[in-house]
């Protein structure tokens, strides 16, 4: 019987800004590691464009899984952070490596310890929150300048224009005149009383497709008031 042991590598990247070149490189450092340690590489689980906040990957999740059937003895990736930067949920996978007696091993930490998932698992914390904060404070930035903070809102079109550099010009709109008469129906209609439920369902039934072509709902309308950069803020300074 072999004394090797099995491993198997987990990488990640969390955006589409980033490429799949992110993750090959992950995988090349991973083998090389591997190598290094004489640990026999028999699977690779990826997760493409999938934020470190959230286990709601199926890559981790199938790893984990996997763990639980006795078919590898360490798990390799870059750091530590591409496993999970949550650190309950850091805290949850160690936890149940070990009891399935399976190491976690990274390029740049080596073997990975309970003192390393407290402080990792501190510092990915800060850095949600940091980066938390400074993608409502570039979305404030952009609302205050007239510009677009988000994605397309009904009753607008993307302006398609660019720099002298060629670089393009985000975050421009101009009016959409069909639908903006249709935002200006809703409103007239929800200030004579009308509920956004009613109102929803009589475009739906003049066939008035709403954002994205999809059918109208009461939601659609109304919208959420707890959702938006301006009101989380506000909430986290409370």
């Not at 609302?143 to 720099?163: D, P």
């Not at 809703?186 to 009589?202: H, L, M, N, W």
């Not at 739906?204 to 059918?215: C, D, F, L, Q, T």
Request: glycine letters at 10%; aromatic letters at 6%.
């Amino acid at each position: 019987m072999s004394d090797t042991l099995r491993a198997v590598i987990y990488a990640r990247f969390s955006s589409d800004l980033q490429r799949d070149a992110s993750l090959e490189d992950q995988i090349r450092a991973c083998r090389d590691y591997a190598a290094r340690q004489g640990l026999e590489v028999v699977e690779v689980y990826t997760d493409r464009a999938i934020s470190g906040a959230s286990l709601m990957r199926s890559g981790i999740q199938k790893l984990m899984r996997d763990a639980r059937t006795d078919r590898f003895d360490v798990v390799i990736a870059h750091a530590l952070d591409r496993l999970s930067r949550n650190q309950a949920d850091i805290a949850s996978i160690f936890e149940q490596f070990q009891f399935s007696n399976i190491a976690i091993e990274t390029v740049s930490e080596g073997s990975v310890s309970e003192l390393h998932i407290g402080f990792k698992g501190a510092m990915n914390a800060l850095f949600l929150r940091d980066l938390s904060k400074k993608t409502r404070e570039g979305l404030r930035g952009r609302a205050i300048a007239g510009k677009s903070a988000g994605g397309l809102t009904y009753g607008y079109r993307v302006v398609r224009a660019f720099t002298e550099d060629g670089e393009p010009i985000r975050g421009d709109r101009l009016i959409d005149a069909a639908e903006a008469a249709i935002v200006r129906r809703i409103f007239e209609d929800y200030a004579k009383g009308v509920s956004p439920r009613k109102i929803a369902e009589q475009l739906n039934k003049e066939g008035i497709p709403g954002p994205r072509g999809g059918p109208w709902g009461s939601s659609t309308i109304q919208g959420n008031r707890e959702r938006g950069a301006v009101r989380r803020d506000k909430q986290d300074e409370n």
